[in-house]
């Protein structure tokens, strides 16, 4: 997915190498009066100007490196706000004046883009999709999620008893909190019963991740994290960036609704009507887990008959053996239609006999509106059905 780029510190070791490594005939071709030899040009250097002659965009400690075979295009990346400043085609830059009061280097050519003066690719001021909604970390798949939440009004439990709202439960965890510390819990805001799930974003990170801030400076996700104990990650340490810009279309899941006929699905862009529309395009598979004192659990059916812990712990309880936690007992579910919506962003999977689970996965394989593919899965867990 072209909407989400990922960005590490390496950025600039990557473009000092490719600084270096340019071909033999961009490095010997001659340059012409009044333009900087190149390849590489490190120092302040603007790019583009405004209509009444001023340079549009400035990077203090800048780095314009020529790019392409015959060194016939450039970048300007900004080494303080880690930004790309801009790229042109044509002649590179003017020269460098060391005995100059306020000139600097600016590019020639034809510029292509040129990016405004703050950290990232776009301003924070841009409405990304995902804008106020909670994100997730797995330090151990080195993975960022998204997490939809939903809220169920008027719940009710699978023998039809009515579940205690979110404001309920809060309020009797806060009772509690008061009779035992005398100081009040924070509570849950909404009224109704919260459940929801989670869709993974489409980039990788170097390291465990394990904090995440947004700049307010920019709006752009910054994350870090290290390698240890039980992760997929294969550098001791990253700090690395993820950053929207909506010039390219993100295509993924945003919403998530569990009903009583079945469950609607909402996108950050428009589907292919045939694509969503065909139920063999979509694969869902519901489990549990058993609750016991023992660590983990096998991922069980929902019809029951789950094993109990068969070994004895060193601590003397029992626990489940690796054979046993290895196993992967699915119950499939029937997609009897998938509709797809006016907009063209929801599709309602109906599901005959659907009900409340642990775990559900919501695996498919589509086509965006604009023909790209459009392959995911959505893990999510119904306590209740709504309406």
């Not at 390496?10 to 490594?21: G, V």
């Not at 009066?33 to 583009?48: D, H, K, Y």
């Not at 151990?140 to 709202?165: I, Q, W, Y």
């Not at 428009?270 to 969503?276: E, K, N, R």
Request: aromatic letters at 8%.
């Amino acid at each position: 997915m072209r909407g989400l780029r990922m960005k590490a510190p390496a950025i600039l070791t990557a473009a000092l190498l490719a600084a270096f490594t340019l071909s033999a005939a961009a490095q010997k071709m001659q340059t012409p009066a009044g333009e900087a030899p190149g390849p590489w040009l490190l120092g302040t250097i603007g790019v583009g100007k405004n209509a009444d002659g001023t340079v549009q965009t400035t990077a203090l400690k800048g780095l314009a490196i020529k790019v392409g075979e015959h060194g016939e295009a450039a970048v300007a990346y900004d080494l303080d706000l880690c930004r790309m400043a801009g790229a042109w085609t044509g002649k590179f830059t003017t020269p460098m004046n060391l005995m100059s009061r306020g000139e600097y280097p600016v590019a020639m050519g034809e510029v292509a883009f040129t990016t405004g003066s703050v950290a990232g690719f776009i301003s924070g001021e841009a409405k990304a999709p995902w804008k106020d909604q909670l994100l997730h970390l797995s330090y151990g798949t080195c993975s960022l999620f998204g997490v939809m939440k939903e809220e169920v009004a008027n719940a009710t439990g699978r023998d039809g008893t009515p579940l205690p709202s979110a404001g309920e439960r809060s309020e009797a965890v806060s009772a509690l909190s008061r009779s035992r510390t005398g100081t009040e819990s924070r509570p849950y805001p909404p009224s109704a019963l919260v459940q929801g799930g989670v869709t993974r974003f489409p980039v990788n990170f170097q390291s465990g991740t394990m904090r995440a801030r947004f700049n307010p400076a920019d709006g752009q996700l910054y994350i870090v994290g290290l390698r240890g104990w039980q992760t997929t990650g294969v550098k001791n340490g990253a700090f690395q960036r993820v950053r929207y810009n909506p010039r390219a279309p993100v295509r993924m899941p945003i919403g998530l609704h569990a009903t009583k006929r079945g469950v609607r699905l909402d996108f950050t862009c428009a589907l292919d009507a045939a694509s969503a529309g065909d139920p063999q395009n979509w694969n869902i598979e519901v489990w549990n887990y058993l609750w016991s004192s023992a660590y983990g659990s096998p991922e069980i059916s929902t019809l029951g008959g789950g094993d109990k812990p068969a070994e004895l712990g060193k601590d003397g309880a029992m626990q489940f053996t690796n054979a046993q936690l290895g196993q992967k007992k699915h119950d499939p579910l029937t997609v009897k239609s998938a509709v797809l919506s006016a907009d063209k962003k929801s599709v309602f999977l109906e599901i005959p006999g659907l009900k409340p689970v642990m775990q559900m996965q919501i695996k498919f394989a589509l086509k965006s509106a604009d023909g790209a593919e459009l392959q995911s899965e959505v893990l999510n867990t119904i306590h209740a059905l709504g309406e």
